[in-house]
């Protein structure tokens, strides 16, 4: 019987030691919190966005970095099979906009439950609060896992101990080390989805203001279009954040990181009327209130939080009756409202971040097995890997289905 053990109590140790236990390995998951899942029980705002309902021909498009990688994985274990594994459990799951697929108790602690009971059931002997200090290797070949003065033999290890977002949850980035002592090359870690520094002062101002129903598009200082995403925004006191704008910064932080150069943020506040359309509606509301200052005059238009904003961006004399603002006045207005401008010029940090971008380069692992291509008997699952995807489930996918095939490869080797 195959010896493996499982570096990790995240999505994909989880998953990958069950997977190693069905096939007939023995298998031990070592986690150095007190208890699994921690950083999982925090995901989708502790509702836990499980995977895509997105057709499988256009699912890889839901990865911004290496998603290719991730054909065979996801053949072995899809986005269907994670929903069908969840509701033989016993949970049932639910699909919301986006295609996002959720538990339909809306909480993150029943999917960790489910996995934690799986293993189990399994057989997997877990051991928490367990601090692993390297691997050893004999001959190009994993012999064990050094633990404080012990050493736990093994014929296969699976390093599933995630990036080094939410440190506070046990991803500190230990497997980084832990891979680069077997021969591995690292891409750099960088935040994947993360909230956005910007340079304008007034959007302090505006800290705590969402905004819903809007298009958001990232542009590169030449005019070159980046990437667009259209939903909910947040303002903070450092920038934006929000679910298209952890979307957008995945694509946004690859220009800041590579080119070092800012990037320009334009809000479409009003993206379902066309510039005509909403031309006319402006006019009706500067006629509506017509004795009113300007700036009184757009209450049916924008949150309240935010028309000071606008009245001072446009330019616009905001004491001036609503009926003196002239055509060009209003021109700059509705350019505005169609096209609100920040710069971005950085990410929030790391620790920050819902997802690690970088990790063990893909190059180096067997996109069949997840077994390193200069280690016989390593395994890698999960974040430690240089894939991330966008929001929407595609993170959790991956860690799931890297996991499962980590383990299932492993206990057959």
């Known amino acids: 019987m195959q010896r493996v053990i499982v570096i990790g109590g995240g999505p994909a140790g ?12 023995r298998v031990t998951l070592l986690e150095k919190k007190e208890k699994p899942g921690k950083k999982l029980k925090l995901t989708g705002k502790g509702r836990c966005n499980i995977t895509s309902a997105r057709e499988r021909e256009n699912f890889i498009s839901g990865y ?64 928490c609060s367990s601090r692993v200090e390297g691997i050893k290797i004999a001959d190009a070949r994993v012999v064990g896992i050094k633990m404080e003065k012990v050493l736990m033999p093994c014929q296969a290890a699976i390093i599933a101990t995630g990036g ?23 891409v750099e870690p960088r935040p994947g989805l993360v909230p956005l520094v910007v340079r304008d002062e007034w959007v302090k101002r505006l800290q705590g203001l969402s905004l819903k129903n809007v298009r958001v598009r990232a542009c ?16 903070t ?73 606008i009245v001072e961006l446009s330019g616009v004399d905001g004491s001036k009756e609503s009926n003196q603002v002239n055509r060009t006045e209003r021109r700059r207005l ?27 380069d893909v190059k180096e692992i067997n996109p069949q097995t997840m077994e390193s291509k200069l280690v016989k008997g390593l395994y890698f699952a999960g974040e430690i890997i240089d894939v991330d995807g966008y929001t929407g489930g ?13 383990g299932k490869s492993a206990a057959g080797r």
């Not at 046990?170 to 980084?176: A, E, F, H, L, V």
């Not at 590169?220 to 303002?235: A, P, S, T, V, W």
């Not at 595609?394 to 980590?406: D, E, H, I, K, R």
């Open 14 to 25: 989880m998953m990958a030691a069950a997977a190693a236990a069905e096939n007939g390995g």
């Open 334 to 360: 509705l350019e505005l409202l169609k096209g609100m401008e920040l710069t971005v010029t950085g990410t929030r940090p790391l620790a920050e971040a819902i997802v690690t971008a970088g990790g063990v």
């Open 220 to 235: 590169r200082l030449n005019g070159g279009k980046i990437n667009e995403d259209f939903g909910e925004m947040l303002f």
């Open 64 to 127: 911004a970095g290496n998603g290719r990688f991730l054909y065979s994985a996801l053949n072995e274990f899809s986005n269907r099979d994670v929903i069908a594994f969840f509701n033989r459990q016993g949970l049932a799951t639910v699909v919301e906009r986006g295609q996002r697929v959720f538990p339909a108790s809306n909480r993150a602690e029943d999917v960790v439950a489910v996995l934690y009971k799986n293993m189990l059931d399994h057989g997997v002997e877990v051991i």
């Open 394 to 406: 595609f993170n959790l996918q991956a860690a799931f289905s890297t996991g499962y095939l980590a």
């Open 237 to 309: 006191h450092f920038g934006v954040s929000g679910p298209i704008i952890l979307s957008l910064s995945r694509d946004i932080g690859e220009v800041l990181y590579q080119q070092r150069e800012p990037v320009r943020l334009l809000i479409d506040l009003k993206p379902a009327l066309s510039e005509e359309i909403l031309d006319e509606r402006l006019q009706r509301d500067l006629f509506k209130y017509s004795r009113r200052q300007f700036k009184n005059s757009l209450d049916d238009l924008l949150p309240q939080k935010l028309i000071p904003i």
């Open 164 to 186: 080094m977002s939410y440190p506070g949850t046990g991803s500190t980035g230990d497997g980084y080390a832990w891979a680069q002592a077997a021969g591995h090359h690292l």
